[in-house]
């Protein structure tokens, strides 16, 4: 990935694995891509799944921050379970997730608090080390909690696409700004967009009415990350033709484009016309 020079390994691995990229396409900066698999639904918290016992009501998913990737997560969950079937008419199983601290095995390889919060399809597991949020800041975003969930949101994304049988289309070796790359990238986006029209709907939600405050905050992060800010940032060129994730305008309209439609068929970035709206 060429990022536009100037910039470390480790930041490039967390760069590249922000919102979208998978440790199976680095390994020559991760350890053995050899993982054990991880049970769908499935919860760990690197060390112990004890480290969650903080976690019991919505006030601590509203101060601390892996208790809110966990609700963040059954939130997901919770839309997706209606809403795939209705649209796609696919079935909808729920990914794994970990939440880790410093580093863990993933069935895609080893990964660090430097590797971000990436989706492995391997072992179909989203996985998140919190304290890499707060470097949003380093690309002009809030650390706000709807930015959180809209990376959360993003990465099971990518599981939505590994159901639908499409996320293997994304090559990184053939980047570009109509690369099918860039395609996936913005279909997560938009899909978290999905997430984010749902989520605070009906008596079961798990989310109290987004304000409009909130969503910029979470537009902004997809902004932030676009590839010609961190082209910029990192004191580069600008190079469409090096794009793997979209450009920041790209990315905010596509997270726009699912939050004001909240359904699948405003996200076919690929053509498939395969869904019902």
């Known amino acids: 990935m060429a990022a536009g020079g100037g910039i470390g390994t480790v930041v490039l691995i967390g760069l590249f694995l922000l919102l979208g990229g998978s440790p199976s396409d680095i390994g020559q900066f991760l350890g053995s891509d050899q993982g054990q698999e991880q049970s769908q639904g499935e919860i760990t918290g690197g060390d112990s799944s004890d480290e969650f016992a903080h976690c019991r009501t ?145 008596a079961d939600a798990l989310l109290d009415p987004i304000t409009d405050q909130q969503a910029r905050s979470a537009i902004d992060a997809a902004r932030a990350v676009g590839d010609d800010n961190i082209q910029e940032r990192s004191g580069g060129q600008v190079r469409p033709d090096q794009w793997t994730h979209g450009s920041s305008e790209q990315r905010a309209q596509a997270f726009l484009s699912g939050y004001q439609s909240g359904n699948m068929a405003s996200c076919d970035f690929l053509g498939r016309g395969v869904y019902s709206s």
Not at 186 to 193: F, N, R, S, T, V
Request: glycine share 8%; hydrophobic share 35%.
């Open 58 to 202: 919505a006030e601590d998913g509203n101060k601390y921050d892996d208790c809110r990737v966990m609700y963040a997560a059954q939130s997901v969950d919770q839309v997706w379970e209606t809403l795939l079937p209705r649209e796609a008419s696919l079935q909808y199983t729920k990914p794994g997730l970990v939440i880790f601290h410093d580093s863990t095995q993933s069935g895609c390889g080893i990964a660090s608090g430097a590797t971000g919060p990436f989706y492995c399809p391997t072992d179909q597991t989203a996985y998140f080390d919190t304290a890499f949020f707060s470097q949003l800041h380093q690309f002009g975003a809030e650390d706000a909690p709807l930015a959180q969930m809209y990376i959360v949101a993003h990465e099971f994304g990518h599981h939505i696409q590994q159901l639908e049988g499409t996320l293997g289309l994304s090559n990184y070796n053939e980047p570009g700004e109509d690369s099918n790359a860039v395609k996936i990238e913005l279909q997560a986006d938009c899909y978290a967009g999905i997430w984010a029209h749902h989520a605070d709907d009906g």
